[in-house]
């Protein structure tokens, strides 16, 4: 006798879902919301952005306008009146005093760092070695530390009271980190490049400036600015190591806003407005090679 199959007993077989069709749900999924995220970034940039609205609508006050009215709100009658004055006092010879001490230490420094952090990354000797470890105890010694060594040492060289005078100090202080950043960012190189090029015939000399550069621009370009921005802002050396007002650059020049009874604001603020702006071109002229600099590392 036949056997008789019950189909109502029988499993029903689920639809398969594609699995492109669980990734676009997977991906269609809304994230939660990082709420506290969130709210530390708006105060941080309200933490940034205040004291740049300050600067820039001081800067715009009168004198005797900017004691009577509210400091936070923009003036009814803005004047120029602040930037004609700083403009006159001397600006552009502080300007460019701190444009060759910037350049002349920032340029050196990530020149020499650059061709000292290829021995140390690519060499075994202890020699390299020994070199990194010079350049670590370097990051340990605070700059306050050393002013009157340099103070000293500037003054035997008959350096004092010159722009040479800030430019060595500015160099030394600036190497350490450079060397660190670059040696991390060459050590990231992968190592068939460099035995393709030895196989090629190519000395270190050609592979340092034919593949390497070319690979570590962004953190060039990273580590240029960095210590172009301490060296622009930097006050201690200039304050010790100058004394005329040939020799000053601009975070001396907010001195010649100040008496011994009173006190510019506005012109000071329309000087630390002027102060700022190379740094804001040089910003978005390397951008790009900055924001890639210091990513570099995180989506590898």
């Given at each position: 006798m036949a056997a008789v199959i019950d189909h109502s007993r029988a499993p029903v077989e689920q639809p398969r879902v594609p699995v492109a069709g669980r990734a676009r749900r997977a991906r269609g999924a809304r994230p939660r919301p990082n709420l506290l995220g969130g709210l530390g970034g708006w105060l941080w940039l309200v933490v940034i952005v205040v004291p740049i609205y300050y600067i820039v609508i001081g800067s715009f006050k009168s004198q005797t306008g900017y004691f009577d009215s509210n400091p936070l709100l923009p003036t009814p009658e803005p004047t120029l009146e602040n930037y004609a004055t700083v403009l006159d006092n001397g600006f552009f010879r502080y300007l460019a005093n701190s444009a060759v001490v910037t350049a002349g230490a920032v340029v050196p420094a990530v020149l020499l760092a650059f061709m000292a952090a290829y021995p140390i990354v690519r060499s075994r000797s202890r020699v390299a070695g020994l070199a990194n470890s010079m350049f670590l105890m370097g990051l340990?010694?605070?700059?306050?530390?050393?002013?009157?060594?340099?103070?000293?040492?500037?003054?035997?060289?008959?350096?004092?009271?010159?722009?040479?005078?800030?430019?060595?100090?500015?160099?030394?202080?600036?190497?350490?980190?450079?060397?660190?950043?670059?040696?991390?960012?060459?050590?990231?190189?992968?190592?068939?490049?460099?035995?393709?090029?030895?196989?090629?015939?190519?000395?270190?000399?050609?592979?340092?400036?034919?593949?390497?550069?070319?690979?570590?621009?962004?953190?060039?370009?990273?580590?240029?600015?960095?210590?172009?921005?301490?060296?622009?802002?930097?006050?201690?050396?200039?304050?010790?190591?100058?004394?005329?007002?040939?020799?000053?650059?601009?975070?001396?020049?907010?001195?010649?806003?100040?008496?011994?009874?009173?006190?510019?604001?506005?012109?000071?603020?329309?000087?630390?407005?002027?102060?700022?702006?190379?740094?804001?071109?040089?910003?978005?002229?390397?951008?790009?090679?900055?924001?890639s600099g210091l990513t570099a590392g995180f989506n590898r």
């Amino acid at each position: 006798m036949a056997a008789v199959i019950d189909h109502s007993r029988a499993p029903v077989e689920q639809p398969r879902v594609p699995v492109a069709g669980r990734a676009r749900r997977a991906r269609g999924a809304r994230p939660r919301p990082n709420l506290l995220g969130g709210l530390g970034g708006w105060l941080w940039l309200v933490v940034i952005v205040v004291p740049i609205y300050y600067i820039v609508i001081g800067s715009f006050k009168s004198q005797t306008g900017y004691f009577d009215s509210n400091p936070l709100l923009p003036t009814p009658e803005p004047t120029l009146e602040n930037y004609a004055t700083v403009l006159d006092n001397g600006f552009f010879r502080y300007l460019a005093n701190s444009a060759v001490v910037t350049a002349g230490a920032v340029v050196p420094a990530v020149l020499l760092a650059f061709m000292a952090a290829y021995p140390i990354v690519r060499s075994r000797s202890r020699v390299a070695g020994l070199a990194n470890s010079m350049f670590l105890m370097g990051l340990a010694l605070p700059l306050q530390a050393t002013i009157v060594p340099i103070y000293l040492i500037i003054g035997e060289l008959g350096l004092y009271d010159t722009l040479l005078g800030l430019v060595l100090p500015a160099i030394a202080f600036a190497l350490p980190v450079t060397v660190l950043i670059l040696s991390n960012f060459m050590r990231d190189i992968p190592r068939e490049l460099f035995e393709s090029m030895y196989v090629d015939g190519a000395t270190n000399w050609t592979i340092l400036w034919r593949l390497v550069l070319p690979m570590t621009r962004p953190a060039l370009t990273t580590v240029a600015i960095y210590n172009a921005l301490g060296v622009w802002n930097g006050f201690l050396f200039p304050l010790i190591l100058t004394q005329s007002d040939e020799q000053r650059v601009l975070p001396l020049s907010l001195w010649s806003f100040q008496g011994e009874y009173s006190v510019n604001v506005p012109a000071i603020l329309a000087s630390v407005v002027l102060s700022t702006l190379p740094l804001v071109v040089v910003y978005v002229i390397g951008r790009r090679q900055l924001v890639s600099g210091l990513t570099a590392g995180f989506n590898r």
